[in-house]
């Protein structure tokens, strides 16, 4: 079936501090690909997606690349800052599953200034 | 412009009761999804509808319904509460033209089954 399985956290860094939360995904079909990030108490906001193999999404210093091959959608972000403290899900969407989101578990950043 | 709205924020039930929420998607959208996302983990997909149509279901027993209306909101009911439906609710919206359209989420409804 379709998952996506991220790193386990929770992700603890001093601000400035480089990010990386890896994020794979099963190869059914050619799936979207999305980060949504949730801040305490909030519903989810998209942060950034890629639609195709070697897309790369962007937004607000975050970065990450739909890597066919590795099957993977790792999000960095070179600096980061206190206010990026939240909660980061990886998703798919279409392949098998058209229409429904699939989440991972989600990963904790906490950023400590 | 808006973004997706839902209502109420916050609702406490006890077990069996009967709960409604509601969804305004953004406007434009005409397709409403809902999701449940019990604490600490990633949101469950439970509906799709696209031009008041179920176009996709999860797997949740028929304790779940909803229904979405000509002006493209939605409704979610809940019957015969449990302590596990506790969950924050999130209604995403999305153009709904082609399945991969991308969903954009509102704030969530908070719902506690005592």
């Known amino acids: 079936g379709n998952s996506v399985t991220q790193m386990e956290g929770p992700v603890t860094l001093s601000e400035e501090a480089f990010l990386t939360i890896n994020c794979t995904y099963t190869a059914t079909g050619y799936p979207s690909l999305f980060w949504y990030v949730q801040y305490p108490g909030e519903g989810l906001q998209l942060l950034l997606k890629a639609t195709k193999a070697d897309d790369k999404g962007s937004n607000k210093g975050f970065e990450a690349t739909y890597r066919k091959e590795t099957t993977s959608f790792h999000l960095e972000k070179g600096s980061v800052q206190v206010s990026d403290s939240a909660v980061y899900f990886c998703a798919r969407l279409g392949g098998t599953s058209y229409g429904k989101l699939t989440f991972g578990q989600g990963t904790i950043l906490t950023v400590h200034p | 412009d808006a973004g997706v709205t839902q209502s109420p924020t916050h609702l406490i039930k006890t077990r069996g009761q009967h709960v409604t929420l509601r969804c305004s998607p953004i406007s434009g959208h005409k397709s409403v999804s809902w999701y449940q996302q019990v604490l600490g983990q990633g949101p469950q997909f439970i509906f799709q509808?696209?031009?008041?149509?179920?176009?996709g279901r999860g797997n949740f027993p028929d304790r779940f319904s909803a229904r979405q209306f000509p002006n493209y909101s939605s409704e979610l009911n809940v019957n015969a509460l449990l302590l596990g439906d506790s969950a924050l609710y999130l209604c995403a919206s999305s153009l709904g033209g082609s399945l991969t359209d991308t969903q954009y989420f509102g704030p969530g409804t908070r719902l506690t089954v005592l």
């Open positions: 509808y696209y031009e008041k149509e179920e176009r």
